[in-house]
C-alpha cells in the first residue's frame, strides 16, 4: 500500500480567497505582487531589529559595493530596487544614525556625495552572519529553484 504525502501549500487561490483568474497571466501577476509584499513584510520585520527599514539596507547595501568611492543621491536612486523612496529623508536619517556621511562636491557647493562610514559597514557585517540563513528559511526553494525562479522573474521583465 502507497501512502503518499501532501505539503499544503499556501495558494494564492486560498492567501486572497479567489477560486478563479480570468487568466494564467493575471493569475502571476497578482501572485507577484502579493508575494512581493509578503517579503517585504518579513523583511521589514527583520531590519526592524537593527533599527533600520528595508529601504534603508537597501542604501547601505549600495554604498558598501562602492566603498571606498563617494556616490551622489541621484545615482544611489538609480539604483535601488524601490525607486519610489524619498533619497533625501532616507539619507537624512542614515546621517542621524551615523552609518553614512555627507561630503560637499568640489566646484559645486549644492551638490553632496555620500559615503558609507565604518560603523555602517560594521552593521551590514553584522546584518550579513544572519541574513543569508534568513533568507533560505524564508524562501522555499532549493538552490535551481531559486536561479531558475531568479531567471524567469528577469524574462518577465525583459
Request: with cysteine; hydrophobic share 40%; charged share 30%.
Amino acid at each position: 500500500m502507497c501512502h503518499f504525502t501532501y505539503v499544503l501549500m499556501a495558494s494564492i487561490e486560498n492567501e486572497i480567497k479567489q477560486p478563479r483568474f480570468r487568466d494564467s497571466y493575471q493569475k502571476v501577476a497578482i501572485n507577484l505582487l502579493f508575494t512581493a509584499g509578503w517579503l517585504q513584510g518579513k523583511q521589514q520585520e527583520f531590519f526592524k531589529t537593527y533599527g533600520i527599514t528595508v529601504q534603508q539596507f537597501n542604501i547601505l547595501r549600495i554604498l558598501r559595493g562602492q566603498h571606498p568611492k563617494r556616490i551622489s543621491g541621484v545615482e544611489i536612486k538609480a539604483r535601488m530596487v524601490d525607486r519610489n523612496s524619498d533619497i533625501s529623508r532616507l539619507l537624512d536619517r542614515l546621517l542621524k544614525k551615523k552609518v553614512i556621511e555627507k561630503h560637499l562636491r568640489p566646484g559645486d557647493k549644492r551638490a553632496t556625495d555620500i559615503a558609507i562610514t565604518e560603523a555602517g559597514l560594521s552593521l551590514l557585517s553584522e546584518i550579513d552572519k544572519e541574513l543569508a540563513s534568513r533568507e533560505r528559511g524564508i524562501i522555499s526553494l532549493s538552490e535551481t529553484e531559486a536561479m531558475q525562479l531568479s531567471d524567469l522573474l528577469d524574462k518577465s521583465r525583459g
